[in-house]
């Protein structure tokens, strides 16, 4: 049984944040040194002043997974349920003596991960469909959390894989895994439905900066590659693609399926946009058809 998190293992850094299966870490020592400097002095209930860490990470995957995002009303019930999986109270990266006490209380917390929901399910994500989609108007009738999968891999192998993705244009941290022979087994954190397609939605929880900038395209470009995290959404793809042929009679792949949007949800908040209006922490990416299918015939490949 492998996982993205066991193929790109040896191919990130050591310090990197694959995926929250792998508890995501402090993200400070893969920041580049072209990042601008800090933003002014952060709000108490700024959720980059939330700690990192693999805890932390796993904090805000589950907030996101127990919520309904259109009923406010239940997010504080599912904050105080997640902030259990902290281990203590810890002082919040960066924070001097005097602030920590007050942005690391269980209250002040909640308040960092209360306002994270509202901004990042109020923003405006760009999908390439004729309307922006605001996640706080998505019903849970729309949506799959937690879709899990199993991609029987009669022979996957690091070189094939390799070779296969920069053929369709990918660069990425070379691969290097042992030969899978089994199943390849996923969780996507998110699938769901926007103007008739079918999306994968992955949330991060990395730390790259205090402002905006450092969530801007060149810092989010230098993230997906360097984490691998388009070959995570590769994957996904071929999962989704797979899954959406068994339940759509007329299921075409340009009409349905409709990418893959990444929220480095620190970030994204409605009044955090670039000069061209893009939101910061947003990266979406829809592969094409070709580079599906052709990723999902390695997994059909069979001994020789």
């Known amino acids: 049984m492998g996982s993205f998190s066991g193929i790109a293992q040896g191919a990130a850094p050591e ?48 907030v996101f997974e127990r919520i ?20 203590s109270m810890g002082a919040a990266a960066g924070a001097d003596a005097g602030e920590a006490a007050t942005a690391t209380s269980a209250t002040m917390q909640a308040a960092m991960l ?12 760009p999908l390439g469909t004729a309307t922006p989609l605001r996640l706080a108007e998505l019903p849970s009738a729309r949506r799959l959390t937690e879709l899990e999968f199993h991609l029987p891999a009669h022979r996957l192998d690091a070189a094939t894989l390799n070779d296969a993705l920069a053929r369709q244009g990918y660069a990425l941290p070379r691969l290097a895994f042992a030969t899978l022979r089994g199943f390849l087994k996923g969780f996507i954190d998110l699938v769901f439905e926007h103007e008739g397609r079918y999306f994968i939605l992955d949330w991060k929880s990395n730390h790259l900066g205090d402002a905006p900038a450092a969530y801007g395209p ?5 993230a997906m590659r360097d984490q691998a995290y388009h070959l995570q959404h590769l994957l996904y793809g071929v999962a989704l693609d797979r899954y959406l042929r068994t339940r ?38 829809r592969a094409e058809a070709d580079t599906i299918h052709r990723l999902s015939a390695l997994f059909d490949d069979a001994e020789t």
Do not use: K, N
Not at 26 to 49: G, K, Y
Not at 75 to 80: G, Y
């Open 218 to 222: 060149q810092p989010l470009a230098a």
């Open 248 to 285: 759509i009679p007329d299921y075409r792949f340009e009409t349905h399926f409709g990418g893959a949007v990444y929220l480095f949800v620190r970030a994204v908040r409605p009044d955090w946009v670039d000069a061209e209006g893009h939101p910061a922490g947003v990266v979406f990416h």
């Open 68 to 87: 309904d995002f259109t009923q406010p009303e239940g997010w504080p019930a599912a904050i105080e349920q997640a902030l259990r999986l902290l281990p």
């Open 114 to 125: 209360q306002r994270m929901l509202a901004d990042v399910l109020a923003t405006p994500l």
């Open 15 to 62: 310090r990197s944040a694959l995926d929250h299966d792998l508890h995501v870490v402090d993200d400070d020592a893969l920041t580049s040194a072209a990042v601008p400097p800090a933003a002014p002095r952060l709000a108490d209930d700024d959720v980059l002043r939330f700690p990192r860490g693999p805890a932390a990470g796993e904090c805000i995957h589950q």
